[in-house]
């Protein structure tokens, strides 16, 4: 956009931090500042919610339909793909949005804010922060459209916002106080605009159609019409016919009754039929226009003229699909770009996201499994072992393993002449099927030692993690009696210096790895033994090993002190949650700690898996240093948790050390999309050394 200048030229001399002014430089108070005093209020099209049954009807499916579904907060993974994000369990942000104040449940929350959306357009969430800590959010609170005014800023867009209670005060709000959810509104960039307000006539014309049918049954005083008398009637003559005629006539116990009249009064008659009126016509009308503006189709509302379970369930899935993931995505944003924001760097990488209320496509699921169950027949009857098959197609294990199939079933063996199709192209096209591409060629025994590395890895880390029992237990023991102290003494900063003993965690770790750094020195051994060459494993804990048991020592400290402090801030954070007012250490130290013991393993199970896999890489390069080989090869798993980056190093050459170590410096590939899932390594190669002793030189 060269040569546009975003320069206000009405106020030259005030930076603007929107591009351009929405306000005039005046400023304004009230609906946006740009439309004025609106024709409607929020609270006139809310009050229609209680007054017209298809309005209610709607909003209500919508608003329990959005309310209804699961949240969870998760890590963001560096490749931007969901399968890859982490699941966080414990953090103040998910604690305020499953319980956002003392009175309200999170899907009260959602339902009555999505209320206010679906009626208004526009819905808001006042966010309380904690008396002690001024920028620490704690509580959520749904507040009505109406009492809710934007403070326009011709600067910076937006200046604060005025809550009006209900005896009338006027409240100042921060902006970071408040969080806005809205349907855009093309004339109005603060405020929102909703179904309801396109439709507020048609909703007047169906309230005043029930209305006329109560009332005609009710106050009607048939027979109506006109009473022509020739003369004038002096005051007490018309006003004792008026009364009479109201005795005689009006209410339901004297309609249809008939009269009499006196004098020479004539009856004109003026009434029109309920035919005429076409009200339950108008009424209908009324119905269709109201699910029109929300675009909501009639099945939706129950009115379905013929059903079975194959429309039921197309008309569910519409429903989730048009109707629930908009308004649900709504409120993501909002979570993730307004409430998230406010818990500074512990939140940094974090995202709120709805379980898909949408139902899988059973048509579509069968087909899948239909054409899975035929390829992996196919596999099986090429002769591959069931198991692999299964794992290739995406199926789960059935249990057992098929005899073995000669020949295709059901067509006999291959006649004379034909040649019958090798296992390696049905696989091959398998693999092509599902966008795999096949394992780099390798030798066997690289394959058996990889899976060999990874069933010491598996082994150790069960071992380790029901060991780790017993530290955690013994660390929240400890913070328990710390947290219990702080509470007493009402200082609350002091939470921030929680410690948690790792003396024994370090102990059980370094233990762990040692034993992973025996098995991997001795497999380069034998690898080594069967090329020819004669190396010697080493044992970190005797003479010889002091450098490789440095190595794993700083490494395991490192990975004991990062869960310690993980643990800690935890523990912090939870019991500046659980600190009330009367509360009494050793209360606030056992919600705390029952906290702490129902937390997911995950994060554990997550590095402790990489420091013993750290500790495989740690023994395999100071062997590979005393080997002779031609050159190192870099050895990832194939398998459909494989990530890319991983699949495109699987197989490359390193000339030396020094390189491979760039690649893979601490136990995985450095480019890894899973991080500390990596599963690849290192191995050395003798090619050279191969050719010549089957050449005889």
């Excluded at 959602?110 to 509580?139: F, I, K, N, S």
């Excluded at 402090?565 to 705390?592: H, K, P």
């Amino acid at each position: 956009m060269s040569g546009l200048s975003l320069r206000n030229p009405l106020a030259p001399a005030v930076a603007n931090q929107a591009p351009v002014p929405y306000v005039s430089r005046a400023g304004a108070r009230g609906l946006g500042g740009l439309l004025g005093a609106a024709a409607v209020s929020p609270a006139t099209q809310m009050d229609a919610f209680g007054a017209v049954g298809t309005l209610f009807s709607i909003v209500t499916r919508t608003s329990n339909a959005t309310a209804q579904v699961d949240w969870k907060l998760w890590r963001k993974a560096k490749s931007g793909l969901k399968e890859d994000r982490v699941e966080i369990t414990s953090h103040l942000a998910l604690d305020i949005w499953n319980k956002p104040n003392p009175f309200m449940t999170r899907q009260e929350n959602v339902e009555a804010t999505q209320q206010h959306v679906d009626l208004t357009g526009e819905g808001y969430w006042v966010v309380a922060y904690d008396p002690r800590v001024a920028t620490l959010p704690m509580e959520l609170w749904p507040v009505r459209p109406d009492r809710m005014t934007p403070v326009p800023d011709p600067k910076t867009f937006l200046k604060e916002w005025e809550y009006s209670t209900p005896d009338g005060q006027k409240i100042t709000l921060d902006v970071k106080n408040v969080i806005q959810l809205r349907m855009p509104n093309p004339m109005d960039p603060y405020r929102g605009l909703g179904p309801v307000q396109t439709i507020l006539t048609d909703l007047d014309s169906y309230q005043a159609a029930a209305t006329w049918n109560r009332n005609f049954f009710r106050n009607s005083a048939l027979p109506g019409g006109l009473i022509q008398i020739d003369t004038q009637l002096v005051d007490d003559e018309y006003n004792e016919m008026v009364e009479r005629w109201r005795e005689s006539h009006q209410g339901l116990s004297n309609a249809w009754r008939v009269a009499i009249l006196e004098n020479g009064a004539k009856w004109v008659d003026r009434s029109y039929s309920m035919a005429d009126m076409q009200f339950a016509e108008l009424r209908s009308v009324s119905r269709d226009v109201i699910r029109e503006a929300f675009g909501m189709p009639k099945f939706a509302l129950g009115d379905v003229d013929d059903v079975n379970r194959a429309t039921a369930e197309a008309s569910k899935a519409w429903f989730a699909e048009m109707l629930t993931v908009p308004r649900l995505e709504r409120i993501k944003g909002a979570l993730n770009n307004d409430f998230l924001p406010l818990f500074g760097a512990s939140a940094r990488d974090l995202e709120f996201d709805y379980e898909n209320p949408v139902p899988p496509d059973a048509e579509a699921r069968n087909a899948e499994l239909t054409t899975k169950a035929g390829a992996a027949a196919t596999l099986v009857a090429a002769g591959f072992e069931a198991a692999d098959v299964l794992d290739v197609v995406g199926l789960p294990q059935m249990g057992h393993t098929p005899r073995p199939v000669v020949g295709i079933p059901g067509q006999g063996l291959p006649g004379p002449g034909v040649v019958p199709e090798t296992p390696e192209n049905v696989l091959a096209r398998a693999r092509a099927r599902l966008t795999r591409s096949p394992r780099r060629p390798r030798a066997a025994a690289s394959d058996d030692e990889q899976e060999e590395a990874r069933a010491d890895w598996k082994d150790l880390l069960d071992e380790l993690l029901a060991d780790w029992e017993d530290i955690t237990a013994a660390q929240r023991e400890a913070l328990r009696e710390q947290i219990e102290e702080i509470v007493d003494g009402g200082d609350p900063e002091a939470l921030a210096t929680l410690t948690v003993p790792t003396d024994d965690a370090h102990a059980a770790l370094l233990a762990a790895m040692v034993e992973q750094a025996k098995a991997a020195q001795q497999r380069m051994a034998d690898m080594a033994a069967e090329a020819g060459e004669e190396v010697e494993p080493i044992d970190p804990e005797e003479d010889g090993g002091e450098e490789l048991l440095a190595a794993l020592a700083a490494a395991a400290l490192l990975l004991v002190l990062l869960l310690a402090s993980s643990l800690a801030a935890a523990a912090a954070r939870l019991a500046w949650w659980y600190w009330g007012q009367g509360e009494s250490g050793a209360d606030v130290a056992a919600e705390v700690d029952a906290k702490l013991a129902g937390m997911s393993p995950a994060e554990r199970r997550r590095y402790l898996g990489w420091a013993l896999w750290q500790a495989e890489g740690e023994a395999r390069w100071e062997i590979l240093a005393r080997m002779d080989w031609d050159h190192l090869e870099a050895v990832e798993e194939d398998d459909r948790s494989t990530c890319k980056p991983c699949g495109t190093i699987d197989g490359t050459q390193f000339p030396d050390i020094e390189t491979a170590r760039k690649a893979y410096p601490t136990g995985g590939y450095v480019h890894c999309l899973g991080e500390l899932h990596c599963r690849g390594n290192v191995e050395p190669r003798w090619e050279a050394r191969s050719a010549r002793q089957a050449s005889g030189t």
